[in-house]
């Protein structure tokens, strides 16, 4: 596995506790790109330095750190400008990766079909385009004075067309596919569509495996699923189509929301959402609103939607000894019960507790997938209303 070390900022508006759960998850990222993390680097500032992100004294301690331990990668927690990069791989000497770049390979070796990969690459190149100027330093020749004239700009230009013509022809290609999709869900007819939606690494795809009895890929690792897979489910005697979709993530890069977007339009289309939330996790409550933003941006925050909560056999809240008086009561010592009587009680019947693992409450669900599915088909069809009767 190749060495890496991680770097972040505390600033005012990101403080120690999130900051932290950001390079968490930024060490959960380079673990699924096949990195080890030595060690975690973090410094306070009020605002990232300009030309190297952190701080002068901060640089020099993690080269020190980088010579010493032989560390091959450094990976930075927010996006670098094209100036930074370049800076600050002349000062350490090695690869330099944002989370931007970070999550961009992670989607290069998990696209598997010809789709994901277009996607993906349409991605690299949107990202790779500002940052050209960084790989032609060699043929600069824009000093002035003798011998400093010659075809280093003309090589910039020239990339930068060869890579401006590369997204066009992505452009192109995504549209013609779409096209192809766009027929292919026509072809479905008007069955009821549902979407499976969520944070990344929440159990979508296990959850999809259960109910469909399918074989949808699923790892406990961060994107394990790229490319929507669609089944047909039927529950009492009334079939639906349901989707698993790619995972969000926070900060996601906006080169994967725009080359994603197509992907995305089994959300957009779809009748009723299924939005799975990890319950486990320490900040759900961010993660579930991470989701609902980009599903703002694809316009689909409005539609029918059923929350999950997965992994309630995995819940543990922290505990406080009756003899404590100097500990504050927050969120995390919150009990399972405690919890679906805050924002959770305003939602009613559209919120429900599973484990997609341990098969708990999914009976229930499938009854509850039911009763929003069969609203759906007989507003749609009120003839077939005799056809499907309330489960009991």
Sequence with gaps: MEKTVLVGIITNDQGYKKSMDYLQELEFLTVTAGGFVNKVFTQKLNNPNPKTFIGEGKVNEIRDYIKDHEVK???FDDELSATQERNISKIFNCKILDRTNLILDIFAQRAKTSYAKTQVELAQCQYLLPRLKGMWTHLERQKGGIGMRGPGETEIETDRRIVRNKISLLKEKIKSIDKQMHVQRGNRGKMVRVAIVGYTNVGKSTLMNLLCKSKVFAEDKLFATLDTTVRKLVIGNLPFLISDTVGFIRKLPTQLVESFKSTLDEV???DLLMHVVDITHSNFEE??????????????INKPTILVFNKID???????DDDDLT????????SLDE???TWMA???DNVIFISALEK???EQLKKLLYSKVREIHITRFPYNNFLYPELT
């Design 73 to 75: 990668t450094v990976i």
């Design 268 to 270: 957009r289309e779809a």
């Design 287 to 300: 993660h579930k609103e991470s989701v609902e933003k980009i599903l703002s941006e694809i316009n689909s």
């Design 314 to 320: 995995n819940y543990r809240s922290l505990k406080i």
């Design 327 to 334: 500990t504050k009561r927050t969120k995390l010592h919150y």
């Design 339 to 341: 919890w679906k009587q």
């Design 346 to 348: 305003q939602l009613g």
């Design 360 to 362: 708990g409450n999914i």
